[in-house]
C-alpha cells in the first residue's frame, strides 16, 4: 500500500469525467482502492474520488464518524468506510440545505455549499455487490461532494456566493449566521 500523491485545483485530472469501471470486482481495482483507503486516512478526509489520486476511475470512498454521522437526521449512525464503485444518486426530496464543505483537493478552504438533504444512492462493492441505500444530512453531502469529483465538479463550482468561501484559520470564531446571512437561503 502506498500513501498516493493528491491532485490540487487547477490540475486538469479534477475536471475529467472519470470513465465507467466496466468490472467492479475486477482485481486490478484493489491496489488503487487500497491506497484510496491509505491516503484518506492519512489525510483525516471523510471522502475520497479516484480523481483526485490521478486515476480517472468511477470510484468513490466515503466514511462518516459518529461525531459527525448524526448532523442532519435523527436516523443516521455512524457509516463505515464505504466503497462505492459506478455510483449514482438521486434526491428523495426537494429539500436543500446548506452546510460547510471542505476537500482534499483545496487545502485550507471551506465553503457552505448547498445540497440534497435526503438522497439515495446505489454502486458496486470491491467484490461486485449491488449496494443500494439512502442517506441524509452530512452522509448525504459527502456523498454527493464525492460523486461530483467523477464529473470534474468541485464543491467550489457549487457555492452561490464567493462570499461563502473562507479559510479554515478564520473560522476560529466565526458565527455561523453571519454566513448563512450572506446567504439568500436558510
Ligand atoms: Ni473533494
Redesign the pocket.
Known amino acids: 500500500m502506498a500513501i498516493l500523491k493528491i491532485a490540487l485545483m487547477g490540475h486538469p485530472v479534477l475536471r475529467r469525467t472519470a470513465q465507467p469501471v466496466p468490472n467492479p470486482a475486477a482485481p486490478e481495482h484493489r491496489e488503487l482502492i487500497d491506497d484510496m483507503r491509505q491516503t484518506m486516512v492519512d489525510a483525516t478526509g471523510v471522502?475520497l474520488?479516484a480523481p483526485?489520486v490521478f486515476a480517472g476511475r468511477r470510484i468513490i470512498m466515503f466514511c462518516a464518524p459518529a461525531s459527525r454521522a448524526g448532523t442532519g437526521s435523527k436516523t443516521e449512525t455512524e457509516i463505515p468506510e464505504t466503497v462505492l464503485i459506478n455510483p449514482e444518486i438521486e434526491p428523495f426530496s426537494d429539500e436543500v440545505a446548506l452546510g460547510w464543505e471542505g476537500?482534499?483537493?483545496l487545502p485550507r478552504l471551506r465553503g457552505l455549499v448547498p445540497r440534497w438533504r435526503h438522497i439515495g444512492y446505489r454502486g458496486y462493492s470491491p467484490d461486485g455487490t449491488l449496494i443500494e441505500c439512502e442517506a441524509f444530512g452530512f452522509l448525504a453531502r459527502v456523498i454527493q461532494?464525492?460523486l461530483d469529483?467523477l464529473n470534474g465538479i468541485?464543491?467550489l463550482d457549487r457555492i452561490i456566493d464567493s462570499r461563502l468561501i473562507t479559510y479554515e484559520e478564520e473560522m476560529a470564531d466565526f458565527r455561523h449566521e453571519d454566513y448563512i446571512g450572506l446567504a439568500s437561503i436558510e
Open positions: 471522502g474520488a483526485q476537500c482534499l483537493s461532494h464525492e469529483h468541485l464543491y
